[in-house]
């Protein structure tokens, strides 16, 4: 028997990263998949060319890539990030993620 979270649909299974979020042609998709006041996980696949515009949010976060390749820009920096690679995107720190190939990524933002 498997415990599932109300706000992800996901129980204590073991899932693979990969499959957690699927690409769509010309699109951003995202799923949430820990969603509580201390902070949030969500799966997101991005196509080649997508991308978020420059934002600020108010809480550390980490971005960790499963497939592909992005680069996102903190402040004005750029940094290359492939599968297997992880970045934090400091609180209050406009940033920005831009698809150099489709990518897929987890996002932690701790609000703790």
């Known amino acids: 028997m498997s415990a599932t979270t109300e706000d992800s649909g ?10 957690l979020v699927q690409y769509q042609s010309g699109a951003v998709v995202s799923r949430t998949l820990v969603k509580r006041p201390s902070g949030t996980v969500t799966a997101f696949a991005f196509d080649a060319n997508e991308g ?4 600020t949010a108010p809480f550390d976060a980490l971005v960790l890539l499963i497939d592909g390749a992005a680069e996102i820009t903190i402040a004005g920096t750029p940094y290359q990030v492939q599968a297997g ?5 400091p609180a209050g720190r406009p940033h920005a993620l ?3 190939q489709r990518f897929k990524m987890l996002l ?5």
């Open 85 to 89: 690679q992880m970045l934090r995107l």
């Open 10 to 19: 996901i129980g204590s299974d073991v899932l693979t990263l990969a499959d």
């Open 98 to 100: 831009r698809a150099v």
């Open 52 to 55: 978020l515009s420059e934002h």
């Open 108 to 112: 932690v933002m701790l609000r703790d």
